[in-house]
């Protein structure tokens, strides 16, 4: 085979296709080499921003896990110093897992922190229920009912104390008036002197001592009376402000209501005007009914005896009505027979138709101190007969004004029920524009009268039927 070429330049051209071919691999390697190393870098710095991330992400868990365990200790500490019947227990737990998690419980929730995610949650706070706390009474204050306030009135009220006083001053002193005329035999008595000294004198005696104790049960069932009327009294004060609160507050309500319709445009600037002159008297007539209970009070601790500022949880305890269970001659009849008027009456009867005997008996009725003892023992009959009229008349008097009384109730009561309709259906045509401020207020206005007239016919009724059991002599 020929070759055009001489051996001597295959020799040269085969030494360049060699150093050829090793100058490539070398570059290849080179960059092989620069690749990795790039590679290598890259993977180190990525290393180490995830482990700076890892730092920084496990300093924040710390942090947040440390004010989380502070606040659950807070929490635990308030309390434990606020129930000391109750418990609180923290417990704070901090481990580190194969994927570096924190987990802190506390006694306002649980907060976990992983450093892999850089995640944090908490779960809020488990709902608690409001305490139910109920006033109790503030110290020495007492609770009032009508019976305590009649025993209390009966214990401690001035004008008993004197009447009782005043009785067994005259029952000392009637002792040692008549001690000795007493102690006279009767085989000694000769003429009318002595006899009235022993008889009419021990008669007149026995009378005032049985008189006293009549007076002092007559002044008893005036304070019975008094305390049950300064009872009542105190309640219907206390009753007409817990109204005048109602009415203010509606007043307060109608304002809100006109100034958001002024606001729209609906409504006039008088329409708030006038909603505010209803507020206005409404806070004046509250102030009034809270000075009247204050007043009330203080009459009823003055005719009770006892500290004028003493404080009282008064017990409400309205009479029932009722139809009254026995006819008005049954109810003069029993008055009669209980009344301590009657009783003195016919003390003094006694009394004098005993003086007539004596007279009659030691000496002559055509005397003159006969015929005085007969016009004594005639002028005691007509007295008989007029109390026997005055507390007739009483009776009746009370009898009536009982049966009026509770009727009174059920006509109220039914005007108070149309004035409260008659305010609602006014303040529905008042949403709806067909009524204006002013109707509203003078709706409010009836309402609020007719719930006074209300308790006031309730306050009639129970002294009504106070001064008719007086007028019995219960």
């Known amino acids: 085979m020929n070759f055009p070429y001489s051996k001597k330049w295959m020799t040269i051209s085969l030494a360049a296709v060699l150093t050829t071919a090793i100058g490539a691999g070398t570059l290849t390697a080179s960059a092989n080499t620069a690749t990795t190393e790039q590679t290598k870098a890259s993977t180190t710095t990525t290393a180490d921003q995830s482990k700076d991330t890892t730092a920084t992400d496990a300093k924040a ?265 026995m006819t008005m001659q049954q109810a003069e009849e029993q008055a009669i027979s209980k009344r301590v008027e009657m009783t003195k009456a016919q003390e003094e009867l006694n009394l004098a138709e005993l003086n007539v005997k004596l007279i009659e008996e030691y000496s002559a009725l055509s005397t003159w101190p006969g015929k005085v003892a007969r016009n004594n023992v005639e002028k005691s009959k007509l007295a008989l007969e007029e109390q026997k009229r005055t507390i007739s008349k009483e009776v009746a008097q009370a009898y009536l004004n009982l049966d009026a009384a509770r009727k009174a109730i059920e006509y109220q009561k039914t005007a108070k029920d149309s004035a409260a309709e008659s305010y609602r259906l006014t303040n529905l045509r008042f949403e709806n524009g067909l009524a204006t401020t002013l109707e509203v207020i003078q709706a409010e206005e009836e309402l609020s009268d007719r719930e006074n007239q209300y308790q006031k016919a309730v306050l009639n009724y129970n002294l009504a039927v106070v001064n008719f059991e007086t007028a019995l002599g219960n």
Request: proline share 2%; charged share 20%.
């Open 61 to 325: 868990t710390d942090a947040a896990a440390k004010e989380t365990t502070d606040a659950a200790a807070k929490d635990a500490t308030d309390a434990k110093a606020g129930s000391s019947a109750t418990g609180t227990t923290t417990t704070t737990t901090t481990g580190t897992a194969t994927d570096k998690n924190t987990s802190t419980t506390g006694t306002t929730g649980t907060t976990t922190t992983g450093a892999s995610t850089s995640n944090t949650t908490t779960t809020a706070p488990a709902a608690t229920t409001p305490s139910t706390t109920t006033t109790a009474p503030a110290a020495g204050v007492e609770e009032l009912t009508l019976d305590k306030a009649i025993k209390q009135a009966l214990e401690t009220n001035a004008t008993l104390e004197s009447a009782r006083l005043d009785a067994k001053n005259a029952d000392l002193n009637q002792m040692l008036s008549y001690r000795t005329s007493a102690e006279m035999p009767t085989d000694m008595i000769e003429s009318l002197d002595a006899a009235k000294a022993k008889y009419v004198t021990n008669a007149q005696a026995d009378m005032n001592k049985k008189l006293n104790a009549l007076q002092v049960t007559a002044t008893e069932s005036k304070i019975k009376l008094g305390a049950q009327q300064a009872y009542y009294n105190l309640i219907f004060a206390q009753d007409d402000l817990e109204l005048k609160k109602q009415s203010l507050s509606r007043a307060q309500q109608q304002l809100k209501v006109a100034q958001a319709a002024f606001k729209v445009g609906t409504k006039a600037k008088t329409d708030v005007l006038q909603a505010e002159m209803g507020v206005a008297g409404a806070q004046a007539s509250l102030t009034s009914a809270q000075n009247a209970v204050e007043v009330a009070r203080m009459d009823l601790n003055d005719f009770l005896g006892v500290d004028l500022n003493k404080q009282w949880k008064v017990v409400s305890s309205n009479k029932q009505a009722a139809p009254i269970k």
